[in-house]
């Protein structure tokens, strides 16, 4: 029951961080000076999306912005939710091939290099294996600074192509098509997409208007692309489901969905099940690549170590073997 004014009083007190207390206390200002909440917060773009401030606006006009604002708390709570189950299964694997790469770096950087003066001092007789550490060894000692200069300039390249349309572009197909991690990614995508249909055709906001900000909000720029053709099929008169049908990213089920959706006239709930369907859907892909990845990791992890040992173990083995 409070009012907008008094709820932002509420929330500039409680907030302990600087700049969200600043741009409450502006925001603040602006609606006291006869400025309405969505246009109070289209100068604060970089933080509240398009999709926040549509919807805020629609709230305003249909006088139910108390509602539409628990929406957009319910819909950032899944959305961190989701994303946050996704991270979480891809820590374990990121941390023990991290381990690895540190203990490799660790061997040839630190410990071969010391081996390698005794294995001279005795004329042992390396294997390959050995043979390679030592070349790898002697290059990273030798070169790190031009290896680290190479590392840095590739990297500010890929950062720089990366930021393009085109980089980005290339970046997320090559993502797509990547087994099982490609299907979460595309999952994920629809999940996304879907929720916010829902969110805001369930609000009043046209479905071309709908389609827009999905456009906007959708982070791969390939589904980016495929929405986009999508709102001007529709503009066109199209339906929604027959716009979907005619792009080959949006599998079967959200194009019959969305179709059964638009007969009965109960799309936006249609949506927000196809949403839950869809993360679902990603949830089991998650836990399928989290089973495969684990024992993939153990098989690399051991051939590795392996590797590291027989490189090191072999040749002071057939030096004790020498002394007797």
């Known amino acids: 029951g409070l009012t907008l004014i008094d709820s932002l009083e509420i929330l500039k007190k409680q907030t302990t961080k600087l ?3 600043k741009m409450i206390e502006e925001i603040d200002t602006k ?25 805020v606006k ?40 991290i381990g690895m790469f540190a203990v490799m770096f660790i061997m040839v950087t630190f410990v071969l290099p010391k081996l390698l003066g005794l294995y001279k001092d005795f004329n042992v007789e390396l294997p390959t294996s050995t043979k390679i550490l030592i070349a790898v060894s002697s290059f990273s000692t030798k070169f790190w600074p031009l290896v680290l200069v190479m590392i840095f300039v590739a990297s500010y390249f890929a950062k720089k192509y990366l930021a393009t349309k085109a ?31 829902a969110i ?42 027959t716009a979907l049908e005619q792009e080959e990213m949006f599998p079967p089920i959200l194009v019959q969905m969305s179709q059964v ?22 949830e089991m892909a998650t836990k399928t690549m989290t089973t495969l990845i684990e024992p993939a990791i153990l098989v690399v992890l051991g051939v590795g170590v392996g590797f590291l040992v027989m490189s090191v173990i072999t040749p002071i083995y057939n030096l004790t073997n020498s002394f007797k």
Not at 61 to 86: Q, T, V
Not at 168 to 188: A, C, M, R, T, Y
Not at 207 to 232: P, R
Not at 261 to 282: A, C, I, P, V, W
């Open 200 to 241: 805001l055709i369930s609000s009043g906001i046209s479905i071309l208007e709908a389609l827009s900000i999905v456009v906007d909000a959708t982070e791969n720029s390939v589904y980016q692309q495929a929405f986009l053709t999508v709102s001007h099929k529709v503009e066109k008169g199209l339906s929604l489901g």
């Open 261 to 282: 959706g638009e007969q009965t006239g109960n799309l936006d709930d249609t949506l927000f099940r196809l949403s839950k369907y869809f993360e679902m859907e990603s």
């Open 19 to 21: 700049p969200l207390r």
């Open 58 to 97: 629609s709230g305003e006009a249909s006088g139910k912005l108390g509602e539409i604002l628990l929406r957009l708390a319910d819909n950032l709570e899944k959305e961190r939710e989701f994303k946050s189950k996704l991270k979480g299964a891809l820590v374990y694997p990121v941390i023990v091939i």
């Open 31 to 55: 609606i006291k000076g006869g400025s309405s909440f969505s246009v109070a917060l289209l100068d604060y773009k970089n933080i509240f999306s398009k999709l926040y401030i549509s919807l």
């Open 167 to 197: 980089g980005k572009n290339s970046f997320d197909q090559f993502i797509l098509k990547l087994p099982v991690f490609g299907h979460i990614v595309s999952i994920s995508a629809l999940v996304e997409s879907t929720r916010t249909l």
